[in-house]
Each structure stands twice: as structure tokens, then as C-alpha cells.
Nanobody, 124 residues
Framework: QGQLVESGGGLMQTGDSLRLSCTPS????????IGWFRQAPGKEREIVAA????????FRTTSVKGRFSISRDNAKNVVYLQVNNLEPEDTGIYYC?????????????????WGQGTQVTVSS
């Protein structure tokens, strides 16, 4: 039923900014919710941000202290995660995931499809 592809990761330095992209592949997604997760080395995967298809509901974890924001481009059917003022603690694999539930989901088990992840490495 389709596939999600993340892009935009790489090797960064403290204070850098980047934008990660989540692009559906294989079919056109219409009404859905997208979540961004990350997994630091040796730690459990955690929710970062989420957004419903119409943009009326959003979620952002407080741990990033306002440095992250989620948005979507409806015309291109792409969901973005903007990351500002990167810190070494942001290092990890970032995943996007899709669910067809009608509202915001913040648990891994709520999501039906996952991308392969994109690596973000932040050095001091």
C-alpha cells in the first residue's frame, strides 16, 4: 500500500539547521497522519512531531525546546521536519511513519507504514 522515503540527513555541526523530507512512494496518500520519530544510539525510538493530513492537528515533543517544526506541502505530498540549532544530542536515525487513523498518533504501534530512516549526525 505504498512506501515512505526519508531524505535530508547527513553530517552536521552544532548550531546547524536542516530540513528532513518524508515522501510517499507507490501511491497517492490523501487523508492520513504523519509522525516523525528518532532513535539515538543505544536508546529507544521516540516521537518527535506529528501532523494530520489537513494540518489542523499537530504535535511536537517538548524535549526539543521549540527547535523542531513539522509542516507539509500538499501539492507535492511531502511532509517536512525543520530542525534548527542542532545539538549533539539530536544525533540519531530519523524515521517518518504513516497512519490512517483520524487524529494525531504518538505511539509506534499506531502507525501502519514506516520509512527506512535517515541518519543525522551532529558533531561539536
Amino acid at each position: 500500500q505504498g512506501q515512505l522515503v526519508e531524505s535530508g540527513g547527513g553530517l552536521m555541526q552544532t548550531g546547524d539547521s536542516l530540513r528532513l523530507s518524508c515522501t510517499p512512494s507507490g501511491r497517492a496518500f490523501t487523508m492520513y497522519s504523519i509522525g516523525w520519530f528518532r532513535q539515538a544510539p543505544g536508546k529507544e525510538r521516540e516521537i518527535v512531531a506529528a501532523l494530520t493530513w489537513d494540518g489542523r492537528e499537530t504535535f511536537r515533543t517538548t524535549s526539543v525546546k521549540g527547535r523542531f517544526s513539522i509542516s507539509r506541502d500538499n501539492a507535492k505530498n511531502v511532509v517536512y521536519l525543520q530542525v534548527n540549532n542542532l545539538e549533539p544530542e539530536d544525533t540519531g536515525i530519523y524515521y517518518c511513519a504513516l497512519t490512517y487513523r483520524g487524529g494525531i498518533a504518538t505511539s509506534q504501534g499506531d502507525y501502519d507504514y514506516w520509512g527506512q530512516g535517515t541518519q543525522v549526525t551532529v558533531s561539536s
